[in-house]
C-alpha cells in the first residue's frame, strides 16, 4: 500500500521547497542553535531532536493514508508572526526568542502547504521538534543548583552506606585526599533535558493511553534525578581514585549511556503497570 497516494507532486515540491527556503531564510539561528547544541555538552538534548520528530512521524506514517493536504493562510500568519519574534529576540537580546523564531517559520511552512488538520494529526512530532531549542543559562542554573546539591547529598548518603569514606562541603566531596566538584562531575542537567525528550520519545511510541503517557511525562524529572545518581556513583569514585583523564571518559559517555538506562527503567514501569492489571494500553493511539 502507498501511504502517499493521496498526495499530489505539488504538494511534496511545495512543501519540501518551502521547508528549504524557510530554513535559509532564518539559518544564522539556525547554525546558532546547532553549534550550542554541538558544543555544549548540557545541551546535548538539541541533537536528540530532529531524530525524534522523524521516528515519531514515522511511526505514525499511516495517518498519511488519505490525509490529502490542504493549503492554508494560516502558514503565512504563523510566518509573519515568527519574524517579529525573532527580530524582537535580537533587539532584547533574548537567544530563546531568536531560536525559537527559525523553528516557528519551518512550522509554518509546512502548515502552509498541509493544513490546520494534518499538522494536528501530526502534532506530536512537531512538539518534540522543541527540543531544538537551547536551555536559556538563567533557566538551567535554576535548575542546576537544586540538583547539585540534592546529587552530592544523595551521592554521599549512597557511599556511605557503601562503606567508602567521604566527606562533603555544600557540593563538593572529598574522596581519598581528592575533593570532587559535583558542578564538574555530574550536575544532573544534562540529564533532565535529555531524558525528558527520552520520556516523550517513548511515550508517544507506545499505544498507551492518555493518562498514562501523562504519568510518563510527569516522572521524567524523578527519572532524570535517580538515573543521574545512578551515574554520578561510579563518576565520583573514579574521580576519587583513578585519574582525571579516565574519570572525565568515563563520565562522557555514561552520559549517553544513561538514555538507555532510562529506557530500561520506563519499560520496566510499563510491565509493572501491566503486571497489575491496570489498563495502559490503547491499541488505535498511533493509527488514528
Known amino acids: 500500500m502507498n501511504v502517499f497516494r493521496a498526495w ?10 518551502l521547508v528549504l527556503i524557510a530554513v535559509i531564510a532564518a539559518w544564522p539561528a ?3 542553535v546547532f553549534s550550542v547544541g554541538w558544543s555544549d555538552p548540557e545541551q546535548s538534548h538539541v541533537l536528540l531532536a530532529i531524530p525524534v520528530a522523524l521516528w515519531l512521524t514515522w511511526i505514525r506514517r499511516a495517518r498519511l493514508v488519505n490525509s490529502r493536504p490542504a493549503w492554508s493562510l494560516a502558514g503565512p500568519l504563523v510566518i509573519a508572526g515568527a519574524w ?4 524582537l529576540g535580537l533587539a532584547t537580546s533574548r537567544d530563546l526568542f531568536w531560536h525559537l523564531s527559525a523553528l516557528l517559520v519551518v512550522v509554518g511552512a509546512m502548515l502552509t502547504v498541509v493544513g490546520p488538520r494534518l499538522m494536528w494529526r501530526f502534532a ?4 518534540a521538534l522543541l527540543a531544538l531549542m537551547p536551555i536559556p543559562a538563567g533557566i538551567r542554573l535554576q535548575i542546576a543548583q537544586p540538583l547539585q546539591e540534592i546529587s552530592a547529598v544523595c551521592a554521599q548518603y549512597l557511599l556511605e552506606i557503601a562503606g567508602v569514606p567521604v566527606t562533603r562541603s555544600g557540593n ?3 574522596l581519598n585526599g581528592h575533593p570532587v566538584v559535583i558542578a564538574e562531575a555530574c550536575n544532573g542537567m544534562r540529564m533532565v533535558a535529555a531524558l525528558g525528550v527520552v520520556a516523550y520519545t517513548f ?18 524529572p524523578v527519572l532524570a534525578v535517580i538515573v543521574n545518581i545512578i551515574r554520578l ?7 576519587g581514585y583513578a585519574s582525571d583523564s579516565f574519570a572525565q571518559l568515563f563520565h562522557d559517555v555514561s552520559g549517553w549511556l544513561m538514555m538507555l538506562v532510562a529506557l530500561g527503567v520506563l519499560w520496566a514501569f510499563m510491565r509493572l503497570l501491566r503486571w497489575m492489571e491496570l489498563p495502559v494500553l490503547s491499541y488505535g493511539a498511533l493509527r488514528d
Do not use: C, E, H
Request: aromatic share 8%; charged share 10%.
Open 8 to 17: 499530489r507532486t505539488i504538494d511534496a515540491l511545495l512543501l519540501g521547497g
Open 84 to 87: 517579529a519574534l525573532g527580530n
Open 233 to 239: 556513583m561510579p563518576t565520583v569514585l573514579f574521580y
Open 124 to 127: 506530536v512530532p512537531t512538539v
Open 30 to 32: 539556525w547554525a546558532d
Open 203 to 220: 511515550a508517544f511510541s507506545i499505544p498507551a493511553k492518555p493518562a498514562v503517557r501523562a504519568l510518563l511525562l510527569a516522572l521524567s
Open 172 to 174: 563538593m566531596l572529598v
